[in-house]
């Protein structure tokens, strides 16, 4: 199957007659590493929730990998937004076991298997040292890192992320995108964030939302920026901006 995700005209809110998000058209291929970029309360995350299946549109329809949403769930692996001071008192290794629960019940034990692809994933995001670790002792990026070991303990065919790299400073950002570039090569994965700044040569297509998709294409026109965030584009740019993002996308790399 070519497409991972479809959404057709999808309307979507919490109250009636307060649409957040509306007639939004998106299709996500297989293989995509979609960044959404769009400003704070411009429907980034509610529209995680219709593809999760959380949510149900009030108009237009959702497929994921075919079916409608709430039953592939489990080949999604969601990261969720980290909220700043929300207390984890559990242990690194234990939030990473979480992401097994889904594949067989809540009910059970954890296999020996279940315990090694825990291991394997904490190996692949070089977290191993943290394992025993309470995970409010952790800095934001390796909280992170934890919360995708957790989501790809699930073996998920798409990973979706939350505003993954508010809490990571620049440096651990570059490292975050080339691990997210090397998940890619096996999984689709759309990001979404408020940070233009944060889209990097990894990401092969750009859309931006403000309540609707305003554009969605391979490369990212100031204009369209402009529009999302209904100001002018050099008031939300902090630098660090790369030129691929602006420039014709075809000189980066694949
Ligand atoms: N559970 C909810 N109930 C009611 N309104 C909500 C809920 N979640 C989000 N909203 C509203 O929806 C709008 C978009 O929020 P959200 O999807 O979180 O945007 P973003 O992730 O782009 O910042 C905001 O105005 C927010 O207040
Ligand atoms: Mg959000």
Not at 202 to 211: D, E, L, Y
């Amino acid at each position: 199957m070519k497409e991972t995700i479809r959404l057709d005209g999808v309307t979507a809110g919490y109250r009636r007659g307060n649409p957040i998000i509306y007639d939004i058209d998106l299709t996500v291929p297989k293989s995509d590493f979609l960044a959404i970029i769009g400003p704070n309360g411009g429907g980034k995350t509610t529209l995680l929730k219709v593809i999760l299946g959380l949510l149900t549109p009030w108009e237009g329809t959702v497929s994921v990998l075919g079916e409608s949403p709430a039953k592939p769930r489990p080949a999604i692996g969601y990261v969720p937004q980290l909220i700043p001071d929300e207390s984890f008192p559990i242990t690194v290794i234990d939030v990473v076991l979480m992401g097994r629960l889904r594949n067989s019940g809540l009910f059970r034990r954890f296999t020996r298997r279940d315990r090694e692809i825990a291991d394997m994933n904490l190996d692949r995001l070089d977290i191993q040292d943290l394992a025993g670790l309470d995970m409010n002792s952790l800095s934001g990026g390796q909280k992170q890192r934890v919360l995708i070991a957790r989501a790809l303990a699930g073996n998920p065919q798409i990973l979706l992320l939350d505003e993954p790299v508010a809490s990571v400073d620049h440096n651990t950002q570059e490292s975050f995108f080339n691990l997210l570039g090397e998940l890619n090569s096996t999984i689709t994965i759309v990001l979404v964030t408020h940070d233009v700044g944060a889209v990097s040569a990894h990401v092969k297509n750009i859309a931006c939302i403000n309540k609707t998709l305003i554009s969605h294409g391979e490369t990212l026109s100031s204009e369209s920026v402009a529009k999302a965030y209904g100001c002018p584009f050099e008031l939300i740019s902090h630098g660090g901006i790369p030129h691929r993002v602006l420039g014709s996308g075809k000189e980066s790399k694949r």
